[in-house]
T-cell receptor, first 113, second 113 residues
Framework: DTEVTQTPKHLVMGMTNKKSLKCEQH?????MYWYKQKAKKPPELMFV???????INESVPSRFSPECPNSSLLNLHLHALQPEDSALYLC????????????FGEGSRLTVL | GESVGLHLPTLSVQEGDNSIINCAYS??????FIWYKQESGKGPQFIID?????DKRQGQRVTVLLNKTVKHLSLQIAATQPGDSAVYFC????????????FGTGTKLQVIP
């Protein structure tokens, strides 16, 4: 199994809503990542988890709250988002942090109204 | 900091011809380089990588060339096919304590049948 699965594929939310994005991998990878990608732009790193601990936070606003319940799961909790937060949110994993290939999911497309 | 750029935002190639996508990077300490392919509506997918102790690496129909002197790498795709149409990102990683992957701006490859 070489897949990273993200749900939901599409999400529309208002600025006062609370929602969560979910990511799952069963490759035994110990590093998991959240990236944000705007249209026609490269992915931008948001968070890195290594061995279920937050390793890197790229100065992301607190309205984005990551969580790693176990080595296979990664969540991104969303609260009080702004319209400019509308983007494709990509989850990725790798065997270890900072080593080798990133395996990406297909992303969750978020629209904030 | 690291900046990674591609020379051409869009590249149109006739089916069957070879494609060359270029990428420049700025940090001479970068030691790991990866090419990703992103098809419409999907997450980036690993194509090929190369470490700084090499100057050439070949895969199936793809070759990556690294010139550390001028901080430049390229992706060559042989006998380009319609299925190669996508956005291609180079990504650069530095060894050391903060092993962030930095993505370049992307080149859109259009294959003309």
């Amino acid at each position: 199994d070489t897949e990273v699965t993200q749900t939901p594929k599409h999400l529309v939310m208002g600025m006062t809503n609370k929602k969560s994005l979910k990511c799952e991998q069963h490759m035994g990878h110990r590093a998991m990542y959240w990236y944000k990608q705007k249209a026609k732009k490269p992915p931008e790193l948001m968070f890195v988890y290594s061995y279920e601990k937050l390793s890197i936070n790229e100065s992301v606003p607190s309205r984005f709250s990551p969580e790693c319940p176990n080595s296979s799961l990664l969540n991104l909790h969303l609260h009080a988002l702004q319209p400019e937060d509308s983007a494709l949110y990509l989850c990725a994993s790798s065997q270890e942090e900072g080593t080798g290939e990133l395996f990406f999911g297909e992303g969750s497309r978020l629209t904030v109204l | 900091g690291e900046s990674v750029g591609l020379h051409l935002p869009t590249l149109s190639v006739q089916e069957g011809d070879n494609s060359i996508i270029n990428c420049a990077y700025s940090n001479s300490a970068s030691d790991y380089f990866i090419w990703y392919k992103q098809e419409s509506g999907k997450g980036p997918q690993f194509i090929i990588d190369i470490r700084s102790n090499m100057d050439k690496r070949q895969g199936q129909r793809v070759t990556v060339l690294l010139n550390k002197t001028v901080k430049h790498l390229s992706l060559q795709i042989a006998a380009t096919q319609p299925g190669d149409s996508a956005v291609y990102f180079c990504a650069v990683q530095n060894s050391g304590g903060y092993q962030k992957v930095t993505f370049g701006t992307g080149t859109k490859l259009q294959v003309i049948p």
